[in-house]
């Protein structure tokens, strides 16, 4: 009875100790699970399955990126990770238990708590946990063997320990010794997973809730506005760190995380060339050179680009896994469904009809041609006039406007930068009537000026009355005033 008791007190403990694991990645670090899963592109063909073979801890590699696959689903990965790091504390246990008795407990938790932490990091893959738990295992299986008969245990404890090096390793110590979770990231992951998911008022959610504020915050809150046509209108109601709030820098400085997240704005621009650019030096970069949203990714830029035998290419992978496997039959040349071409036809009026010798780092330069080929494309001018707005280039702002958008009823944001433009040149009343310039922001512009020129210079006390657009007005008066 009492035997019985504690082996209910023992599935309950683990229980409760599987429940806790799996609420800790469900609810604090569930996009780290699903940033890990998208990096990562696990085959079912012969060749990449015999390739783990050829290496030791091949059984924990493979069965490692075969479940991380499943961290594509929501709860998939937490409930992967509690089942995984749960066998890992019931080894621990046993060992220890015939030495420790009852206080095996102590450092069975620490030891789970610990390998719960290195899970935190990016880079320590499962397999990691994986090999640890099947050296346990071995372990118990050489001393059962040992304990049962010395003359006959030793050897096959022999051969189970070289066995288990061919099929557990000795460990992934390759990454860091520990890790602790980290909020800043996840928030950055969970942008970059809801916007990779289409879940934008999920976004919108995190955006608003969270006052974090980086490159990377902007770059999607300025196209999450910019896919709902409100770029200009929201521009200056968040955090903007410049032109790299538009567009993320692809350098030898830039980490593989916001080269992989680079390509979504091109992507959506339409010019699959930087798409294309942007997305390749991403997966290069990642942790394992691969990944199956950088892959779908290709494929979609060859379909839209009409290269059917290098889209082919990324399909024909994509049909060897077991979660997209779907998703590349649906997008296969003359088997596409209804909705997919109507994506490829809405994506390929944005392609330009020429091309043109251009530095990756020329943006302006790209969102022209763009423009020159397709004036219609509404996204790519609001992100070439607002690009100029933030790099605080007032001339290139008008030349562009004048170019691209003069037919047009201007945004407020571009309405003010006009007249700042105007302002600076001293343009006459009669100039300033051709660019159909709201009245209303013609009256205001006018009396921030006087107070501007009353407060000596001084426009920063004005920002709170007529907001944060007319700082480009005191920047540019400031500029040319010499101070």
Same mark, same amino acid.
């Given at each position: 009875?009492?035997?019985?008791?504690?082996?209910?007190?023992?599935?309950?403990?683990? !229980?409760?100790?599987?429940?806790?694991?799996?609420?800790?990645?469900?609810?604090?670090?569930? +996009?780290?699970?699903?940033?890990?899963?998208?990096?990562? %592109?696990?085959?079912?063909?012969?060749?990449?399955?015999?390739?783990?073979?050829?290496?030791?801890?091949?059984?924990?590699?493979? @069965?490692?990126?075969?479940?991380?696959?499943?961290?594509?689903?929501?709860?998939?990965?937490?409930?992967?990770?509690?089942?995984?790091?749960?066998?890992?504390? $019931?080894?621990?246990?046993?060992?220890?238990?015939?030495?420790?008795?009852?206080? *095996?407990?102590?450092?069975?938790?620490?030891?789970?708590?610990?390998?719960?932490?290195?899970?935190?990091?990016?880079?320590?893959?499962?397999?990691?946990?994986?090999?640890?738990?099947?050296?346990?295992? $071995?372990?118990?299986?050489?001393?059962?063997?040992?304990?049962? @008969?010395?003359? @006959?245990?030793?050897?096959?404890?022999?051969? =189970?320990?070289?066995?288990? +090096?061919?099929?557990? !390793?000795?460990?992934?110590?390759?990454?860091?010794? #520990?890790?602790?979770?980290?909020?800043?990231?996840? +928030?950055?992951?969970?942008?970059?997973?809801?916007?990779?998911? !289409?879940?934008?008022?999920?976004? /919108?959610?995190?955006?608003?809730?969270?006052?974090?504020?980086?490159?990377?915050?902007?770059?999607?809150?300025? %196209?999450?506005?910019?896919?709902?046509?409100?770029?200009?209108?929201?521009?200056?109601?968040?955090?903007?760190?410049?032109?790299?709030?538009?567009?993320?820098?692809?350098?030898?400085? @830039?980490? #593989?995380?916001?080269?992989?997240? =680079?390509? &979504?704005?091109?992507?959506?621009?339409?010019?699959?060339?930087?798409? &294309?650019?942007?997305?390749?030096?991403?997966?290069?970069?990642?942790?394992?050179?691969?990944?199956?949203?950088?892959?779908?990714?290709?494929?979609?830029?060859?379909? $839209?680009?009409?290269?059917?035998? =290098?889209?082919?290419?990324?399909?024909?992978?994509?049909?060897?896994?077991?979660?997209?496997?779907?998703?590349?039959?649906?997008?296969?040349?003359?088997?596409?469904?209804?909705?997919v071409c109507q994506w490829l036809e809405r994506k390929r009026l944005l392609l330009p009809a020429t091309d043109t010798l251009r530095s990756s780092a020329d943006?302006?330069?790209?969102?022209?041609?763009?423009?020159?080929?397709?004036?219609?494309?509404?996204?790519?001018?609001?992100?070439?006039?607002?690009?100029?707005?933030?790099?605080?280039?007032?001339?290139?702002? *008008?030349?562009?406007? /004048?170019?691209?958008?003069?037919?047009?009823?201007?945004?407020?944001?571009?309405?003010?930068?006009?007249?700042?433009? %105007?302002?600076?040149?001293? *343009?006459?009343?009669? &100039?300033?009537?051709?660019?159909?310039?709201?009245?209303?922001?013609?009256?205001?512009?006018?009396?921030?000026?006087?107070?501007?020129? *009353?407060?000596?210079?001084?426009?920063?006390?004005?920002?709170?009355?007529?907001?944060?657009?007319?700082?480009?007005?005191?920047?540019?008066?400031?500029?040319?005033?010499?101070?």
């Amino acid at each position: 009875m009492k035997a019985c008791r504690r082996k209910y007190i023992e599935w309950g403990a683990a !229980g409760i100790g599987a429940l806790a694991l799996f609420l800790f990645f469900f609810r604090i670090l569930p +996009y780290h699970l699903f940033h890990r899963e998208q990096t990562q %592109l696990f085959l079912l063909a012969t060749e990449p399955l015999a390739g783990y073979l050829r290496h030791p801890a091949a059984l924990a590699r493979l @069965s490692g990126d075969f479940l991380t696959q499943f961290f594509y689903y929501e709860g998939g990965g937490p409930a992967i990770m509690a089942v995984v790091l749960l066998l890992w504390g $019931v080894v621990v246990f046993r060992l220890l238990v015939p030495y420790m008795g009852r206080w *095996a407990w102590v450092p069975t938790v620490l030891a789970v708590a610990w390998e719960a932490g290195r899970q935190c990091g990016l880079n320590y893959p499962l397999s990691g946990t994986i090999a640890l738990t099947g050296i346990g295992g $071995v372990l118990l299986l050489c001393r059962s063997c040992m304990r049962r @008969s010395w003359k @006959s245990g030793l050897p096959v404890s022999i051969l =189970a320990v070289l066995s288990g +090096y061919w099929l557990f !390793g000795c460990g992934d110590w390759s990454s860091r010794w #520990y890790n602790m979770p980290d909020l800043g990231r996840e +928030y950055l992951l969970a942008l970059d997973s809801e916007m990779y998911f !289409g879940r934008s008022e999920k976004v /919108r959610k995190l955006l608003a809730e969270n006052e974090y504020r980086s490159p990377f915050t902007a770059y999607y809150y300025n %196209l999450l506005n910019a896919q709902q046509n409100r770029l200009p209108d929201r521009l200056m109601d968040g955090y903007q760190p410049a032109s790299q709030g538009l567009f993320l820098p692809v350098a030898p400085h @830039s980490t #593989y995380l916001t080269i992989y997240a =680079a390509n &979504e704005v091109w992507f959506a621009l339409g010019d699959m060339t930087m798409a &294309e650019h942007a997305a390749i030096l991403g997966m290069i970069f990642s942790p394992h050179h691969t990944g199956a949203r950088a892959v779908k990714r290709l494929a979609e830029i060859n379909l $839209v680009n009409g290269d059917e035998a =290098a889209a082919m290419k990324y399909l024909r992978l994509l049909q060897k896994t077991m979660c997209y496997r779907d998703w590349a039959e649906r997008r296969i040349p003359g088997k596409q469904t209804a909705e997919v071409c109507q994506w490829l036809e809405r994506k390929r009026l944005l392609l330009p009809a020429t091309d043109t010798l251009r530095s990756s780092a020329d943006i302006p330069l790209s969102l022209r041609h763009l423009l020159r080929n397709n004036p219609d494309n509404v996204l790519a001018c609001d992100y070439l006039l607002c690009f100029d707005l933030l790099n605080k280039d007032i001339g290139a702002f *008008a030349g562009d406007y /004048r170019e691209f958008a003069a037919k047009k009823f201007p945004s407020r944001l571009y309405a003010e930068g006009l007249l700042i433009y %105007l302002a600076g040149k001293k *343009a006459s009343l009669d &100039e300033v009537e051709k660019w159909n310039i709201p009245p209303q922001v013609l009256d205001e512009f006018s009396e921030y000026t006087r107070l501007y020129e *009353a407060n000596d210079g001084n426009g920063a006390p004005l920002q709170a009355k007529y907001g944060k657009t007319y700082w480009f007005y005191f920047h540019y008066a400031t500029m040319k005033k010499g101070k």
